[in-house]
Each structure stands twice: as C-alpha cells, then as structure tokens.
T-cell receptor, first 111, second 109 residues
C-alpha cells in the first residue's frame, strides 16, 4: 500500500535535546512538507522540498532543520534553539500543485 | 498572510446544509480543502485551480472566485461523518500552501 509513514507517534524529550522526526513516503511524490500544528490551531509550514537535495524555509523555520537526500525521505530535526517545540508535527507529500497526502503525525512533548 | 475562514464554528443537524468561506489577501493559483478529525491527520477533500479545474474525492462541492480571492465549501445534506475541522489552504506560487485557522463543524443526529 502506498502512503506516508511518520515515526514515532508520540515522542518525549527533555529541554535542550535535539530530536529527529522521521517521514517516509512510497508514493513517488517529488514534493514533501513539514507542518506544525498547535492545539486548536491551523497548520503552519516549517520546511518544504520540491526535489532531492533542495529545500526551502516555510513560515516558521527557526529552530528546525531538514535534509532531503532521498526522494522517499524528509526527516525533520527539532533543535534546542526552538523555543516552544511541544506540538503535533505533520509530514505531507504531493505531486505538482495537487493534493497533499498527510502522514499520521508525531506528537512531540518537550519538558 | 494566512487566509481567513468563516465561520469559526458551525453546528448542524443531520441533513442540513452549511457554507464555509475562505478569503485571501493575495492573488491565488489554487485553493485546497481538507478535513481533520480530532487527533488525526488532515484528509484531502477538494482542490480548485485558477482557470476552473477542480478535483475532489467526495460528494462535497466548492467554488473559487479568482477575482475576489475567495473560495467556499458547501456541505449539502450533512451526515454525521462530516463532523471535524475544515481547513482551506491557499497556494500563490509553487507547491507551498498557507492554511487558514480552520472551521469546526459538528453535525448532530
């Protein structure tokens, strides 16, 4: 079955630690995205990538980093510089201009 | 700038209709609509492109007024499964979308 997988579903970290969230897709999509969602809020774009080895900052990139070494994978690192990292993180992928398919999300809690 | 959705919330009885609006201050190439159930990932409903092309998966209709930079999603003869939060995402260039704050829909029996 084609789709997007994110792991883990729940993640707990201590303040000051970097953490990497996994996102893998087997839909053969060129574009991949990372969004952050806070309780009761909409989706805010962190980073996106339209092709391998290239990515652009979204609206809230500070404190985050990404890589796109393979078409299938787009991991997100939440660094210690991110002031409020606790949130629901969603990864998505798409072909040009068409619907974005979302993964199940990772709920990150930093204490 | 984030598109503005209205209303923020709506309560319906099963079988009733509702309209959700999405307005942008920018010229748009595309408008996407998604529905999210609590704790789950958003699910694609419909995309409307400049020039009139539309693509959707469900029996939910939408309109896109390019001049007014507005889109509306029409929930007709609502079912209990229509409950959730609806988001519009607007695209001005490339694949990047900017999402609105969402409209919470509750359909009661």
């Amino acid at each position: 079955d084609g789709g997007i997988t994110q792991s883990p579903k729940y993640l707990f970290r201590k303040e000051g630690q970097n953490v990497t969230l996994s996102c893998e897709q087997n839909l053969n999509h060129d574009a991949m995205y990372w969004y952050r969602q806070d309780p009761g809020q909409g989706l805010r774009l962190i980073y996106y990538s339209q092709i391998v080895n290239d990515f652009q900052k979204g609206d809230i990139a500070e404190g985050y980093s990404v890589s796109r070494e393979k078409k299938e994978s787009f991991p997100l690192t939440v660094t210690s510089a991110q002031k409020n990292p606790t949130a629901f993180y969603l990864c998505a992928s798409s072909t040009d201009y068409y619907e974005q398919y979302f993964g199940p999300g990772t709920r990150l809690t930093v204490t | 700038q984030q598109p503005v959705q209205s209303p923020q919330a709506v309560i319906l009885r099963e079988g009733e209709d509702a309209v959700i609006n999405c307005s942008s201050s920018k010229a748009l190439y595309s408008v996407h609509w998604y529905r999210q159930k609590h704790g789950e990932a958003p699910v694609f409903l419909m995309i409307l492109l400049k020039g009139g092309e539309q693509k959707g998966h469900e029996k939910i209709s939408a309109s896109f007024n390019e001049k007014k930079q507005q889109s509306s999603l029409y929930l007709t003869a609502s079912q209990l499964s229509y409950s959730g939060t609806y988001f519009c995402g607007t695209g001005a260039a490339g694949n990047k979308l900017t999402f609105g704050g969402g409209t919470r829909v509750l359909v009661k029996p």
